[in-house]
């Protein structure tokens, strides 16, 4: 069973980057998709971006295309999310999920594994 352990959460000012990492010591992470959620207080968990086993095929929700990017590195058995321009909105929770197979899911409930999760705070 693979176990997911994110990092690279913090606190930046509302235009700042921030690199979340997803990290497993577990093989084999490469036959894995992986997927990136975020939940913010009061609210449900969202779909936020998606990466296919090969890295090929991503996903992200409409409305951070542009400003988050997913990648992964199947060699260190990591997956990426770059966020630039970062918005108070932005704050959450966010999470790193995996499914073993094909496509870059955006469904959370397709997701059998999770991480903790690691903390994003933003301010204006």
């Known amino acids: 069973q693979v176990q997911l352990v994110e990092s690279g959460g913090g606190l930046v000012q509302a235009g700042g980057s921030l690199r979340l990492s997803c990290a497993t010591s577990?093989?084999?992470?490469?036959?894995?998709?992986m997927g990136w959620f975020r939940q913010a207080p009061g609210k449900e968990r969202e779909f936020v971006a998606s990466?296919?086993?090969?890295?090929?095929?991503?996903n992200y929700a409409d409305s951070l295309k542009g400003r988050f990017t997913i990648s992964r590195d199947n060699a260190k058995n990591t997956v990426y999310l770059q966020m630039n321009s970062l918005k108070p909105e932005d704050t959450a929770v966010y999470y790193c999920?995996?499914?073993?197979?094909?496509?870059?899911?955006?469904?959370?409930?397709?997701?059998?594994?999770w991480g903790q999760g690691t903390q994003v705070t933003v301010s204006s």
């Open positions: 990466i296919s086993w090969s890295g090929g095929s991503t």
């Open positions: 577990d093989a084999p992470f490469s036959s894995y998709a």
């Open positions: 999920a995996a499914v073993r197979g094909v496509g870059a899911p955006t469904r959370p409930y397709v997701y059998n594994i």
